[in-house]
C-alpha cells in the first residue's frame, strides 16, 4: 500500500487580491518543501477529478451551488463576502478541490492507497450546507465524506479538525448527520467565535477542544491523546479524515497557538493509529489553512513522512 498525493494545477488560478493570506504561493510552498526531500521522490500522485454539481449536493443546497458559481467573474475579482474573494478560474479551482477528496476517498477504497494527502485550495472547512465564507466556496472535506457513505456505503465516518479555526462550517453539516462525528482543536476566541464545549450536536456525534492562545503543542497533543483519541474509538469509524489547518503554527501570521512541526505529526501519527484499528489505516487528509509559506511547506512535509512511514511499517 501507499500514500497518495493529490492536487491541480487549477488551484494555482483562483487568485484573491495581492497580499491576501490564501494565496497560489501556498501550494507553491508545499511543492517546494517535497521537492528538496528525496523521501518524496517516489511519492503516488494523481491529478484532482472535477466534482460534479450531483456531488456537491451530497452536503450543500443547490442554490448555494449555483449562487457561488454564479458569482464567479469572467474578469476582475468578485466577493462572496468580505473574506472570499472570486477571479476567473475559482469555480473550477473550487470544483477540483472537492473533486480531489472524491479521488482519495475511491482511491483507498479501491486498494491503490492506504492513506491519502490532498492539496487543494480554495480550502473548506468554514462552508455550511447553505453558504460560504471564510476564504472557503464548497466544503471539500464534508463532499467527500458524504460520498464515502452515500456512494460507498460506509455505515460511519469521523472527521478531526487540528485548523487554528474553528471548522463552523462542517461542524453544522456534521450536526445533522449521526454518522458522521466530528471533533475539532481551535484557538478560543477566534474567528468565527463558534466551537464553543458544550456543542455537541443533536447525536452527541460533536466533540470541539477549545484552546486559549499561545497554550503551546503539548496542550494539544494531550488533547488529541486523552479526548478525541478515545471518542474516535468508540465511534469506530469506516473512514477517517482530517481537516489539516496548519495555522496553529508558532510561525504563523493569523493564528497563535504556537504548535511546531513536530505537535503536526504527533498527531496525524495519533490519527492513524486510529484508522489502523477500525479502518485498514484508511485516512483523508485536507489542505485547510496555513499562512506562513515556509512552515506550512514543513509541516505538510512532516504529516507525509508519518502518512509514509506508516505504509512502510505495514510492509516489514
Known amino acids: 500500500m501507499t500514500t497518495l498525493f493529490i492536487t491541480h494545477p487549477i488551484y494555482l488560478e483562483h487568485l484573491p487580491n495581492p497580499g491576501h493570506p490564501e494565496c497560489s504561493a501556498r501550494l507553491e510552498a508545499i511543492e517546494a518543501a517535497l521537492a528538496t526531500d528525496e523521501g518524496f521522490s517516489k511519492l503516488k500522485r494523481k491529478t484532482a477529478r ?13 442554490e448555494h451551488i449555483r449562487t457561488t458559481l454564479k458569482l464567479v467573474p469572467d474578469v476582475g475579482l468578485n466577493f462572496l463576502d468580505n473574506d472570499t474573494l472570486l477571479s476567473p478560474q475559482s469555480g473550477e479551482a473550487a470544483l477540483h478541490a472537492a473533486g480531489a ?4 476517498v475511491d482511491s483507498l477504497l479501491s486498494g491503490e492507497a492506504s492513506n491519502a494527502f490532498c492539496a487543494v485550495r ?9 453558504k460560504g465564507g471564510g476564504f472557503c466556496l464548497f466544503n471539500n472535506i464534508a463532499v467527500g465524506a458524504m460520498y464515502a457513505l452515500k456512494h460507498h456505503n460506509l455505515s460511519s ?19 445533522d448527520e449521526p454518522n458522521i462525528f466530528y471533533a ?7 474567528y468565527p467565535f463558534t466551537g ?33 483519541i478515545p471518542r474516535l474509538d468508540a465511534f469506530a ?9 496548519f495555522d496553529a503554527h508558532r510561525d504563523d501570521p493569523i493564528g497563535g497557538l504556537d504548535w511546531v512541526e513536530e505537535d503536526y505529526s504527533a498527531m496525524t501519527m495519533m490519527l492513524l493509529d486510529a484508522a489502523e484499528r477500525h479502518c485498514k489505516g484508511h485516512l483523508v487528509s485536507v489542505l485547510e489553512g496555513g499562512y506562513n509559506l515556509t512552515a506550512l511547506g514543513q509541516s505538510v512535509a512532516a504529516c507525509l513522512h508519518v502518512m509514509i512511514q506508516r505504509n512502510r511499517d505495514e510492509k516489514t
Open 157 to 175: 465516518v469521523a472527521i478531526v479538525d487540528f485548523d487554528v479555526h474553528h471548522g463552523n462550517g462542517t461542524q453544522g453539516i456534521a450536526m
Open 50 to 62: 472535477r466534482a460534479e454539481i450531483d456531488d456537491l449536493k451530497l452536503a450543500h443546497s443547490e
Open 101 to 104: 477528496v472524491l479521488d482519495a
Open 237 to 245: 469509524p469506516e473512514m477517517i479524515f482530517v481537516s489539516a489547518g
Open 196 to 228: 464553543m464545549a458544550d456543542e455537541t450536536g443533536r447525536f452527541n456525534n460533536i466533540l470541539n477542544i477549545p484552546l486559549p492562545a499561545h497554550s503551546g503543542g503539548t496542550v494539544a497533543r494531550k488533547a488529541m491523546l486523552e479526548k478525541i
Open 122 to 130: 480554495p480550502p473548506g472547512h468554514h462552508a455550511y450546507r447553505n
Open 184 to 190: 475539532s482543536t481551535h484557538q478560543s476566541p477566534l
